[in-house]
């Protein structure tokens, strides 16, 4: 069972990314996905959540109104919109699969991806 965590890049602040998390080797449509990312000499900190069926979607404070979380079922993915940022937002991102919908700490998560880098410049 794999996530494989796509989409990361150097923008310029203001500009826009889409990540995108793939699983392979199970169905993950009755799992809430998540995001998280851990920017330099931080913990990993939450960023957004989407339940299994996608109609409940979770942000952080610092994040909400510029990101969106979104997924496919057929696709075995999801994906976070990420726009405008800041440089505040470099870090890198991983994606997270968990049975349990919004959780939004690192150990409610039983999936993870490799983490993609993502970093803004001002």
């Known amino acids: 069972v794999q996530l494989q965590a796509s989409g990361g890049g150097l923008v310029q602040a203001g500009g826009s990314l889409r990540l995108s998390c793939v699983g392979s080797?199970?169905?993950?449509?009755?799992?809430?996905w998540a995001w998280f990312r851990r920017a330099p000499g931080k913990e990993r900190d939450f960023v957004a959540a989407?339940?299994?069926?996608?109609?409940?979607?979770y942000y952080s404070e610092s994040v909400k109104g510029r990101f969106t979380i979104s997924r496919d079922n057929a696709k075995n993915a999801n994906y976070l919109q990420m726009n405008p940022l800041k440089p505040e937002d470099t870090a890198v991102y991983y994606c997270?699969?968990?049975?349990?919908?919004?959780?939004?700490?690192?150990?409610?998560?039983?999936?993870w991806g490799q983490g993609t880098l993502v970093t803004v410049s001002s």
């Open positions: 997270a699969a968990s049975l349990n919908a919004g959780a939004t700490t690192p150990p409610g998560y039983s999936h």
């Open positions: 989407i339940s299994w069926s996608g109609g409940s979607t």
């Open positions: 080797g199970r169905t993950f449509s009755n799992y809430g």
